[in-house]
């Protein structure tokens, strides 16, 4: 069964920085894309990251581009987030998700999420 | 990268159909025939139901179906069921890996 448990999600103040992993189990991690996106309170899904199965490759949307910094170990089975500068609207439940980019394109497993809050 | 437009609510009877619609761009849902879709309940993690625009997943059933004209993509659902009620969510590739997604549409069963 494919597993994915996000961890690091907390209260910071507007500035601050924070670090999110990703432990993955039930599939071979080192096989696949994964993906960062969050959901702000009552709002909708908002893609953030994008990492290849090697790490070489990596995307953000615009909206967190030289504040955030993807990573994976695959050794460890994980993925991680770290965070700078973060900014009130950065407050989100952050989902760490499976994706699939060979002959199809879609993000087919998700975690429960953890919820960042930017506050002071 | 901008968001897909989508209406913020639509319902319907037990029994009845409904779709949604999802309208990009031709850079996004107009250019790449990536669209899937994501069922999501109150509290809950989103739920693959429609990829590659009309591709089910194993375990969806088929009352879910998707399409795509131009630069709108479409979920239907037929046969609507109480536990169909919820927010769902389209997302449409939209180039050197990124993804965009819809602003969601709540989806209210009558």
């Known amino acids: 069964e494919v597993q994915l448990v996000e961890s690091g999600g907390g209260l910071v103040q507007p500035g601050g920085s924070l670090r999110l992993s990703c432990a993955a189990s039930g599939f071979t991690f080192s096989s696949y894309e994964m993906n960062w996106v969050r959901q702000a309170p009552g709002k909708g899904l908002e893609w953030v990251s994008y990492?290849?199965?090697?790490?070489?490759?990596?995307y953000y949307a615009d909206s967190v581009k030289g504040r955030f910094t993807v990573s994976r170990d695959n050794a460890k089975n994980s993925q991680y987030l770290q965070m700078n500068s973060l900014r009130a609207e950065d407050t989100a439940v952050y989902y760490c998700?499976?994706?699939?980019?060979?002959?199809?394109?879609?993000?087919?497993?998700w975690g429960q999420g953890t919820l960042v809050t930017v506050s002071s | 990268q901008s968001a897909l437009t989508q209406p913020r609510s639509v319902s319907g009877s037990p029994g009845q159909s409904v779709t949604i619609s999802c309208t990009g761009t031709?850079?996004?849902?107009?250019?790449?025939?990536?669209v899937s879709w994501y069922q999501q309940h109150p509290g809950k993690v989103p739920k693959l139901l429609i990829y590659?625009?009309?591709k089910r997943p194993s375990g969806v059933p088929d009352r879910f179906s998707g399409s795509k004209s131009g630069n709108t993509a479409s979920l239907t659902i037929s046969g609507l069921q109480a536990e169909d009620e919820a927010d769902y969510y389209c997302c449409s590739y939209a180039g050197a890996y990124s993804l965009v997604f819809g602003g969601g549409t709540k989806l209210t069963v009558l």
């Open positions: 990492i290849s199965s090697d790490g070489s490759t990596i």
């Open positions: 031709s850079s996004d849902v107009g250019y790449y025939n990536y």
């Open positions: 590659d625009v009309s």
């Open positions: 998700a499976r994706g699939y980019y060979r002959d199809s394109v879609r993000v087919d497993y």
